[in-house]
């Protein structure tokens, strides 16, 4: 903790760059050795400039000690620069952060292959159908799926891949507590509990526009290809496009038809080289070679969409119920265990979680398996009823 707060201080002391961040950390080697340096030494960093070294003078650590107490508070992980924890694939990018906070777990970043799915927040019913999709399926397949958590495409790729029970990692433009939109709250927890949620900024930080295109050359960074699922010409995803090949990422889009604004930045990438996606293994087959065991070569079908246009949910409650008996029926334990406490009214997530006691991930991937099979319907709201009625 206490070389800690030597990294928050640098990282959120006004009037430093990125760039001159990470030059002083390579001249320095950490930023308790930048905190104690005299002007002198400070003006030889490479790139330095008499105004940068002047906003260094400022030693007050209260600010710092603050954001590592609500860290603690939270449960949140922060993560440095030179933690050995800390992803190669973002470490090797032209200006990664010297910090992160995290909620959830961080998983093996570099050895998997990981795909960025972005795209535009007013998403269209056929972004949203494609989006869950394409994720579904690339989780299904062993893939890791990053995304921003925005409203529309970004959020409908987190629910896909998570009711495929993989992991994914949102990566925000403000702090990992502060929720946006507002209405995300669930999906927010869902994913800290299956992958986990990362932030350059501290936690309470609101998410200001101007974080957003920032925080892009981090969903790119960790990832090996970018995913854009739908998109207009004049689009935030087009940025992490971007980003993602100055990194030196593939490049992958959504076809989508000509005169569909949502789909003219998608049609401009393939255009000008962007490999075209129109199922998952579009993307995952240039990787299988490079992460020998990791993928599956054969994946589920999604199953049906949940939305028909972004903020409405679609009730499929069944008006009579068919008999299901659990001994023949070839259900896991979690399953059975899932149908017996659901009933025919729904019932959300979380209490579930709590009535039986099972692991979250567990929890949305039975309930997976269970939708697929129609034994449980999926309401408004991450509710679940039973679909079925039971016999021993």
């Not at 403000?174 to 800290?192: F, H, M, R, S, T």
């Not at 200001?208 to 925080?215: E, K, T, V």
């Not at 059975?336 to 929890?363: A, F, G, N, S």
Request: overall charge negative; proline content about 6%; charged content about 25%.
């Amino acid at each position: 903790m206490s070389m800690l707060k030597y990294w928050v201080w640098l990282s959120e002391l006004a009037g430093l760059g990125n760039q001159t961040r990470l030059a002083l950390l390579e001249h320095f080697n950490t930023p308790e050795d930048v905190y104690y340096a005299d002007e002198g030494e400070i003006l030889l960093t490479e790139g330095m400039t008499r105004r940068e070294a002047d906003a260094l003078k400022a030693k007050d650590l209260t600010e710092a000690e603050k954001i590592l107490a609500d860290c603690e508070r939270l449960e949140l992980q922060v993560l440095t620069l030179r933690d050995a924890a800390y992803p190669v694939r973002l470490r090797s990018i032209y200006d990664p952060p010297c910090l992160l906070y995290l909620r959830g777990r961080l998983p093996e970043v570099d050895e998997l292959p990981a795909v960025a799915v972005v795209g535009t927040r007013k998403a269209s019913p056929y972004g949203i159908r494609c989006a869950e999709d394409l994720a579904f399926g690339l989780a299904d397949a062993g893939a890791l799926v990053v995304t921003g958590l925005a409203r529309g495409i970004d959020s409908m790729a987190a629910q896909g891949a998570l009711r495929a029970g993989g992991t994914v990692i949102g990566v925000l433009g403000g702090g990992v507590d502060v929720i946006y939109p507002k209405e995300n709250g669930w999906l927010y927890d869902d994913v800290a509990a299956a992958g986990c949620l990362i932030s350059e900024y501290p936690p309470g930080t609101e998410p200001l526009p101007a974080h957003f295109p920032i925080r892009n050359r981090i969903m790119s960074g960790l990832s090996v290809a970018a995913l854009v699922v739908e998109a207009p010409v004049r689009s935030g995803a087009l940025i992490t496009a971007g980003m993602a090949l100055d990194q030196g990422r593939d490049v992958f889009a959504v076809p989508g038809p000509i005169y569909a604004e949502n789909s003219k930045g998608c049609n401009r990438l393939i255009r000008d080289g962007a490999g075209v996606a129109a199922e998952p293994w579009d993307i995952l087959r240039d990787y299988e070679a490079q992460f020998p065991g990791k993928l599956r070569g054969t994946t589920r079908s999604a199953p049906e969409p949940l939305e028909t246009q972004p903020g409405q949910m679609v009730e499929t409650a069944e008006p009579a119920m068919p008999s299901l008996s659990l001994k023949g029926a070839g259900l896991t334990d979690d399953q059975i265990l899932l149908l017996r406490t659901l009933t025919d009214q729904p019932m959300l997530t979380d209490d579930l979680i709590e009535l039986t006691e099972l692991p979250t991930r567990r929890v949305l991937s039975a309930l997976t398996m269970l939708e697929i099979d129609q034994y449980v319907t999926q309401c408004s709201g991450k509710r679940y009823m039973r679909a079925v009625t039971l016999s021993e």
